[in-house]
T-cell receptor, first 116, second 114 residues
Framework: GAVVSQHPSRVICKSGTSVKIECRSL??????MFWYRQFPKQSLMLMAT?????????EQGVEKDKFLINHASLTLSTLTVTSAHPEDSSFYIC????????????FGPGTRLTVT | AQTVTQSQPEMSVQEAETVTLSCTYD???????LFWYKQPPSRQMILVIR??????QNATENRFSVNFQKAAKSFSLKISDSQLGDAAMYFC???????????FGAGTILRVKS
C-alpha cells in the first residue's frame, strides 16, 4: 500500500521560533496534499489544501502567514509554523492524494508539536 | 457547509460481540462520499470503510459494515465479532469528491472488553 511519512514525529520548540514539518509520499506521486490539525481527544480539522506547484488553499480562520505551506514537488509538502506560540501546540497530520488512478487519500503518522 | 455529527463520545463492547457506531451528516448535495476511519493509539489514520452516496447497497469489509440511510442522512458503522484490536477512536467523515478534503465528526472512542 501507499505510504506517507512525516518528519519529525515529535518536535519541541520555544515560543517565537519557527518549525518546519515535512510530509512525503514515499511510493507514489501526490499532486494534492492536505494538512489537518488535531487537538487532544478531538477531531481533525482541515487547515489547508496543498497543490503541487501552486499556492495552498487555506480554510476559513486559518492564518496563512502563520502556517506557511509549500508543495514544491510531487512527493513533498511542508508546513512551517512561524513565530510559534503555546496555543499552536497540537498534532498535525498530513494526507496525500495519489495522482491519477484512484485518487485514494493516504494519511501520514502525524507530528506532535509542543511549543514551550 | 457540510457537517458531520457523532453523538456517542464513547462506546464499550464485549469481545466477540457486535457494536454499532452512529453518524449523521448534513449536506445539500446528492453525490458525495462517506467514510469511517480508525485512529488507534499510534494516531495513524486507517480507512475502515467507504460508501458512495449514489450506491444504494451498503458497503461491507469483512467484519465491518455500514447502514447508509441517504434520506435520513445517517451512516452507522457495525463492527461484528469485536476484537481487542478494534479498540480505537473512530471518525466518520464526509467528502464531496473522492480524494478531496474530508470533514470529520468529533469521533467515538471504542473500548473493547475481554
Amino acid at each position: 500500500g501507499a505510504v506517507v511519512s512525516q518528519h519529525p514525529s515529535r518536535v519541541i520548540c520555544k515560543s517565537g521560533t519557527s518549525v518546519k514539518i515535512e510530509c512525503r509520499s514515499l511510493d507514489f506521486q501526490a499532486t494534492t496534499m492536505f494538512w489537518y490539525r488535531q487537538f487532544p481527544k478531538q477531531s481533525l480539522m482541515l487547515m489547508a489544501t496543498s497543490n503541487e506547484g501552486s499556492k495552498a488553499t487555506y480554510e476559513q480562520g486559518v492564518e496563512k502567514d502563520k502556517f506557511l505551506i509549500n508543495h514544491a514537488s510531487l512527493t513533498l509538502s511542508t508546513l512551517t509554523v512561524t513565530s510559534a506560540h503555546p496555543e499552536d501546540s497540537s498534532f498535525y497530520i498530513c494526507s496525500a492524494r495519489e495522482q491519477g488512478r484512484n485518487y485514494e487519500q493516504y494519511f501520514g503518522p502525524g507530528t506532535r508539536l509542543t511549543v514551550t | 457547509a457540510q457537517t458531520v455529527t457523532q453523538s456517542q463520545p464513547e462506546m464499550s463492547v464485549q469481545e466477540a460481540e457486535t457494536v454499532t457506531l452512529s453518524c449523521t451528516y448534513d449536506t445539500s448535495e446528492s453525490d458525495y462520499y462517506l467514510f469511517w476511519y480508525k485512529q488507534p493509539p499510534s494516531r495513524q489514520m486507517i480507512l475502515v470503510i467507504r460508501q458512495e452516496a449514489y450506491k444504494q447497497q451498503n458497503a461491507t469489509e469483512n467484519r465491518f459494515s455500514v447502514n447508509f440511510q441517504k434520506a435520513a442522512k445517517s451512516f452507522s458503522l457495525k463492527i461484528s465479532d469485536s476484537q481487542l484490536g478494534d479498540a480505537a477512536m473512530y471518525f466518520c467523515a464526509y467528502s464531496l469528491e473522492y480524494g478531496n478534503k474530508l470533514v470529520f465528526g468529533a469521533g467515538t472512542i471504542l473500548r473493547v472488553k475481554s
